[in-house]
């Protein structure tokens, strides 16, 4: 994974400047991310606090759920489009890890918990925040030593 970002990262050097989905989701992830952060670092300065669960009217949670599903219909646009293979299952990945984190926070109960999911959003969104502006560059090719064919299921 580590050496497909590092291709997928110098490919970006010389991405196209214009708007497209992959940069509309880089930009929701950026926002996603400091949210996160800000909440890790919240509940890490209080690891053995006992939290009520997350309700499911709380915007981050809203704004998860929307990622994943844009995460999800990038995936699908690049398929249809005969797009990179590599960049399908890396968005389709994104929408699944985003998905099972709201499931977790929902449950989770202890301020180290809360801290060590927000964290792990931290790390998916700065991901998504370099790979998705790839997804509007034409010119994009799969990443050498990926996988012919996507490892995880299809979301249809």
Known sequence: MRNLLVALTAVSMTAPAFAGPGSELAETAGRLRSEAESRAETYTAMPGA??????QDDPFL?????FATASAMLS????ASGGPQDLRC??????GDAQDRIADL???HSGAELARI?????????????IAPLADDPDVEEADGVPP????ESLD
Do not use: K, N
């Open 50 to 55: 006992s939290i009520p669960p997350i309700g």
């Open 62 to 66: 809203t704004d998860v759920s929307e």
């Open 76 to 79: 699908h646009r690049i398929e």
């Open 90 to 95: 890396i968005f389709r990945g994104m929408s």
């Open 106 to 108: 929902e449950t989770s």
């Open 118 to 130: 927000y964290r792990d959003y931290v790390y998916l969104f700065a991901q998504a925040e370099e």
């Open 149 to 152: 064919s996507c490892p995880v």
